[in-house]
Nanobody
Framework: QVQLVESGGGLVQPGGSLRLSCAASISIFSMYNMGWYRQAPGKQRELVAAISSGGSPNYADSVKGRFTISRDNGKKMVNLQMNSLKPGDTAVYYC???????????WGKGTLVTVSS
């Protein structure tokens, strides 16, 4: 059974930082591309950051320079360090694991990040 469990969400003030973690119960974690997505109320889910099985990161323009995605294949975890948070970052953040061709596509249940004063 594949399972992704996010943690680290919460309430922070604008300009603050938060670190999200995703623990993956995947047999061969290193084979998966990992990503963080977010969905704000009334909006579509969007890609925030992704990191390939080879460790190459990509970011949405809106978070570039503020967020950092990383993975630890030994621990089977992917993290998202979020700095200089803005109210617009408020959303439910989801962890995703997927193969390039489509042999696997899994989602976590999400963790809520609220940026407000």
């Amino acid at each position: 059974q594949v399972q992704l469990v996010e943690s680290g969400g919460g309430l922070v003030q604008p300009g603050g930082s938060l670190r999200l973690s995703c623990a993956a119960s995947i047999s061969i974690f290193s084979m998966y591309n990992m990503g963080w997505y977010r969905q704000a109320p009334g909006k579509q889910r969007e890609l925030v950051a992704a990191i390939s099985s080879g460790g190459s990161p990509n970011y949405a323009d809106s978070v570039k320079g503020r967020f950092t995605i990383s993975r630890d294949n030994g621990k089977k975890m992917v993290n998202l360090q979020m700095n200089s948070l803005k109210p617009g970052d408020t959303a439910v953040y989801y962890c995703r694991a997927a193969t390039s061709i489509g042999g696997g596509d899994y989602w976590g249940k999400g963790t809520l990040v609220t940026v407000s004063s």
